[in-house]
């Protein structure tokens, strides 16, 4: 062991220790400590408990890991709402600064359409990469990727106005939508490989809540008082460095996966080193989830073609299709990937300022409202940490679509009658709210939960990958669209997403398998596949 190593092992062993005594008396407050490891017996470990399964070190991993990470990339999502003529006007000076020329309208819709548009074609390109970035140098070493990409956006961000490059923002936004696409697979499949039965839950739906709990900071920043103003726009959009850097500063003390050095590298010493590190528990108290990581890497190696290989980083798209209990895993999964926009979530967020406003709302006012709705995104969000302990997949997401596809049509209605009675722009807002209440029961975050659960470690980056990359297509394809369907449609529009998200409901319902396994022992489950 190096010097350095054996410094980080000393200065990490006194903040476990100091953590560990406040995480352990407010886990288990009725006393009942629950097990989530068992022996062949059926028996509790006295070694290992559920407060254990919260080391200091995987609390802080999550913490950091989602700050520097999807906080960002819902930060980047939606932050050009506010400030948008701003941005707008923007472009067009650089146009004139750089080229001595001023672009008409059209082309200045274009330019604009681009500008946000990059961000979904740097996610969809980072999303397809972050499966294979991730097996070739290692899960922490692609949080470092992350956080550099965020890091050097910022700059550009912060330096585009100065340099009056309308090319430097464009750069930024590219440069911020990969590692969004980066984040979006990597920290679900990052935090599988760090959780236990019991943190699975928490650790799980991290992503989604960090992308909303971001993209609420950027609605909150970028009204105009505050940051969304002439002034300020530049560093609004730079800020996206503050949670990289946060992140950045305990990045050396973060984990390696230990089913990754085992599974994948095939590194045994160091990932029980790395394992006991995680857990705060010496190497001989582990015995059951070191026998669930043999039993996995023997589990993967039996999955793969008998051609030689033997490693996770060799599976293929080819080698996951060619596999029939792969199949129908994976098509559930870009499915749900493509309900998640499907459902209409960006298109209704678009009306939501027309609805305040002709609920009689002044635009102050209306910005305040839809800061309520995005504060019921977050706290709906966080909500489904709690349900996925408790309720079954498959029901969260058939009452999620139902709900979907109810209001949708509820709030079509609404809004094509809004002008003829008084109380009616009331029951547009009741309509908005409830849809991203049901949004957010299962077709916001169970796509980048269930995949965890439906998809071994083996081919899992890929799929995830896979996953995340439709999201972001069909993100970009109906930004793209939306605004002409709505001209050629009006509020028929909504029956596209209704028609859409029963659709998905209808299949999932018929395909997508339960995969619920109450927190009691390391059982894959993954081991639900026939």
Known sequence: MSVSDSRRDRVWGSVDRAINGVVRSHLDSDGVQEPFLTDSDGKRPTSIDQNESWSSLLIVTAAATTVGTVIPAGYNIGILNSPQQIIVDFCNASILHNYGTVIEETPLELLWAFVVSIFLIGGGLGAFIAGSIANRIGRKNTLLVIISLNVIAA??????????????????????????????????????????????????????????????????????????????????????????????????????????????????????????????????????????????????????????????????????????????????????????????????????????????????????????????????????????????????????????????????????????????????????????????????????FLPTELIPAGPRPLVMSLGCLVNFATNFVIGMTFPSLQSLMGVYVFAIFAVGTFAQAVFLFFKLPETFRPPRSFSSAATILH
């Open 155 to 448: 700059i550009f961000y912060g330096t585009c106005g100065l340099a009056k490059s309308v090319e430097m923002l464009l750069i930024a936004r590219l440069i911020v939508g990969i590692g969004a696409g980066l984040s979006t697979t990597f920290v679900p499949l990052y935090f599988s490989e760090l959780s236990t039965p019991a943190t699975q839950n928490v650790l799980g739906l991290l992503c989604p809540v960090g992308i909303n709990v971001g993209l609420f900071i950027g609605q909150v920043l970028s009204l105009e008082k505050l940051l969304g103003n002439e002034e300020d726009w530049n560093w609004l959009l730079a800020l996206t460095c503050i949670p990289a850097l946060l992140c950045l500063a305990v990045w050396y003390y973060l984990p390696e996966t230990p089913r990754y050095l085992f599974v994948i590298q095939q590194k045994t010493d160091t990932a029980f080193k790395e394992l006991s590190r995680l857990r705060g528990l010496p190497i001989d108290k582990l015995g059951p989830e070191i026998e669930e990581l043999r039993r996995e890497a023997t589990r993967v190696t039996a999955e793969i073609p008998s051609d030689g290989m033997n490693s996770q980083s060799n599976w293929t798209w080819k080698t996951i299709w060619a596999n029939k209990n792969l199949r129908w895993p994976v098509i559930c999964v870009m499915v749900m990937h493509f309900g998640n926009q499907i459902s209409g979530i960006n298109a209704v967020l678009y009306y939501s300022t027309d609805i305040f406003l002709s609920a009689g709302l002044d635009r102050q006012q209306a910005e305040l409202a839809i800061l309520g709705a995005g504060f019921i995104n977050v706290v709906m969000t966080a909500s489904v940490v709690f349900l996925t302990a408790r309720f079954c997949r498959r029901p969260l997401m058939m009452i999620s679509t139902s709900g979907i596809s109810i209001f949708l049509t509820i709030l079509a209605i609404c809004i094509y009658f809004i002008s003829k009675a008084t109380w009616i722009p009331y029951c547009c807002i009741a309509a908005l709210l409830l849809f991203v209440v049901f949004f957010d029961l299962g077709v916001g975050p169970l796509p980048f």
